[in-house]
């Protein structure tokens, strides 16, 4: 994989040339403040919060020389930053595609960090809900600070103009979503995209799924994408029609979800995958899906979580919870 490749699956570079093919979207370029913030490790401060601080007045004395410190001086606190300019620019892109959008940067969408949302999704109304989304994200962070890191040319990294990308939201069963693996632009590989659960709907109509994204990848994406090698993400609807969500290099950058990379570099046993695939022909690509409710996995994107009294805490969803914390604390600071 070389740095040209991870380059031309930019959204903003191939999307120009399968909109018709793809979900609506809109490309903002991505301010250096905004990135800087993005990328500071201090403590999350989210700019664009609607609700100011509350403070209230201290019951008793001893109350009041606890509240004491916050008239020092050198005490600081901490504000978010605020960008106008760009939130406009960000509000009006999310109104224009509906209201609530799905975003990424110029490769990768924050996955890894759904939990820390109030709804536990990628769905964002506000600027806001993009920033806490993206701050907490490994995947965000590596887009910024490493899109080249296996790629195996030593040739200078290329310069990059980082990009927000808001695409309209749309409710996606996981079902549904396939990753397709293009190599010397042949089609041989097909995964089942949320490779942790057990559809039935897959196993009962492999030989459909596959004829139907074979057809959609010779006339819509074969020749026509920058490279010869690539994956690509397809949503195949209740109606059967194939949608284009992304591409992606063909390399270790990528999730290879059901196969390995040394299976798909190597084409060795790819053959046999599909079962009843005989009547598919010599060229078909392997096809592979959760085939039992044994084979089930956990999330990958567990790893990524913190525990959930802490989230339940944080977010103030556990009232009870939330009420002995503070008798936890007040407590701590009686016996000190």
Known sequence: MKKEHVTHC???????????????SVILPLPQNVKDYLLDDGTLVVSGREDPP????????????????SDDESTATLTAPEFPEFTTQVQEAINSLGGS??????WSAPRDAYWIAMNSSLKCKTLSD????????????????????????DSPDPSIEYELVLRK??????????????????????????????????SKQKEEICRCIQDFFKEHIQYKFLDED????????????VWLIDFNPFGEVTDSLLFTWEDLTSE???????????????DSPAFRCTNSEVTVQPSPYLSYRLPKDFVDLSTGEDVHKLIDF???????????
């Open 54 to 69: 509350t403070s209230s007045q201290p019951d008793s004395d001893n109350e009041a020389e606890e509240t004491q410190w």
């Open 268 to 282: 060795n046993n790819l053959r046999g995958d599909f079962g009843e695939g005989a009547s598919q022909g010599q």
């Open 230 to 241: 690539f994956v690509f993400d397809i949503y195949r609807d209740s109606r059967g029609k």
């Open 10 to 24: 930019q959204f903003s570079a191939w999307y120009p040339l399968f909109r018709s093919l793809t979900i609506k």
């Open 130 to 153: 993009i920033f806490l989304l993206f701050k907490s994200s490994d995947f965000i962070t590596r887009d910024f600070t490493q899109p080249f890191i296996h790629c195996t040319d």
């Open 101 to 106: 959008v799905f975003p990424k940067l110029n």
């Open 326 to 336: 503070l008798k936890l604390k007040r407590n701590q600071q009686e016996d000190d």
């Open 169 to 202: 939201w749309c409710e996606l069963i996981p079902g549904a979503e396939f990753r397709c693996f293009v190599k010397e632009n042949k089609l041989i590989g097909i995964s089942q995209r949320d490779y942790t659960q057990y559809y039935d709907h897959i």
